[in-house]
């Protein structure tokens, strides 16, 4: 379920602006520091009361895109790389560490088993990047289809002396593929969830070159070997003592995991939460994310229902894609569920016929439909 202000307020917990300028003194240390107008750039945003990280990294994002002073751009999409990987790792850790109350907690979602049964098949449009979604249809037997071909690569767990040990499986979604418009997401009529992740996810990354996805292939559909896949992907590819070796400064290689292939031959999975951490002239990653907007557009279109669960309403694509939904057919329904709701959102407010308001939280919602 959300988690925006519990991770931005992490965040601050440990990063002030004197820790900030802190961290820049042992950056320039290593040779991978900022300038001072940079860092007090990003120093002015971290007010505990008006901090939220998905801010931050969208302001990183434009200036890395847009400053074309020399050395700022590169800077910019630096720290956008290093926090995006402080995000993830946070989000991660939680996944992990708190496995055994998590599993707990996954009955009080039964509501999605429910709708999956009346709706064939459900789609769930998700801007989280958590795996809670497939531990809950693990849970109660409902397949997902994300949209990925039938191909299976196997990425090489090796040991310290760099021999396989094991193997991670992963199913692919090659760039022509995702190009194509045409995902081979369950059909109408087909029992089970259709899961399409608008802004990346824990268990997916770039491969190859990073035009091609891969999503992790747990062994079986529990909760626990979906747990273990995530786990192995970021723990397990290599012994630590193999991946200094390879890596001796982690910050040489932000939001990225090594590995060596079945060939022998160095790698990396970029992590595709909210972006990658790409080449500046390469306009892949936001290319990427154009597309898997438009399938959520696309997709979208073929519902005359759709129901927000804890969303912010604060993606201005996420939104225009709704707005405009919204207005091409004066039949559909948008449910807004959150708790504490008592108006319509100011960019909806000529859409409110159109539009349900419920103050709830997602498990009570959940608990009552069927």
């Not at 988690?3 to 990063?15: K, P, T, V």
């Not at 007010?47 to 990280?53: G, I, R, V």
């Not at 990987?85 to 998590?102: A, G, K």
């Not at 009529?189 to 292939?217: C, E, M, S």
Request: proline share 5%.
């Amino acid at each position: 379920m959300p988690l925006r202000a519990d991770i931005s307020a992490e965040i601050l917990a440990w990063l002030s602006p004197a820790s900030l300028r802190k961290l820049n003194a042992t950056w320039r240390g290593r040779g991978f520091g900022h300038a001072d107008e940079i860092i007090e750039d990003i120093a002015g945003t971290l007010d505990e009361d008006t901090f939220d990280y998905e801010a931050l990294l969208g302001h990183m994002e434009a200036q890395y895109l847009s400053d074309a002073r020399e050395g700022f751009a590169v800077s910019y999409h630096a720290l956008y790389a290093w926090l995006a990987q402080v995000v993830y790792q946070l989000l991660y850790r939680r996944q992990v560490e708190r496995r055994d109350s998590y599993r707990e907690g996954l009955q009080y979602f039964e509501g999605i088993a429910r709708l999956a049964q009346n709706n064939h098949p459900l789609w769930i449009f998700s801007l989280n990047h958590d795996v809670l979604v497939e531990c809950i249809a693990a849970l109660f037997g409902i397949e997902v289809n994300a949209g990925y071909s039938a191909r299976t690569v196997f990425l090489p767990c090796r040991s310290a002396d760099g021999q396989p040990v094991a193997a991670l499986a992963a199913e692919v979604l090659s760039e022509a593929e995702l190009a194509s418009g045409q995902l081979p997401f369950f059909k109408t009529g087909w029992p089970g969830i259709n899961l399409l992740k608008i802004h990346g996810a824990l268990d997916v990354f770039t491969y190859g070159d990073g035009r091609d996805l891969i999503r992790l292939k747990p062994e079986d559909q529990t909760f626990d070997a979906i747990i273990d896949a995530l786990q192995i992907a970021n723990e397990g590819l290599l012994d630590p003592n193999l991946v200094s070796s390879l890596v001796p400064d982690p910050l040489a290689l932000a939001n990225k995991i090594p590995y060596i292939d079945s060939d022998g031959k160095p790698q990396v999975l970029g992590r595709t939460l909210l972006a990658s951490a790409a080449r500046l002239t390469d306009p892949y990653p936001p290319l990427m994310q154009r597309r898997l907007l438009e399938y959520f557009r696309a997709n979208l279109a073929q519902a005359d229902r759709l129901v927000t669960i804890g969303y912010s309403m604060g993606d201005r694509e996420i939104n225009d894609i709704l707005t405009d939904w919204l207005e091409s057919s004066g039949t559909r329904q948008l449910e807004i569920v959150a708790p504490g709701i008592a108006q319509v959102p100011s960019f909806l407010e000529t859409l409110s016929a159109q539009i349900e308001l419920t103050p709830a939280s997602a498990t009570t919602y959940l608990e009552r439909v069927g």
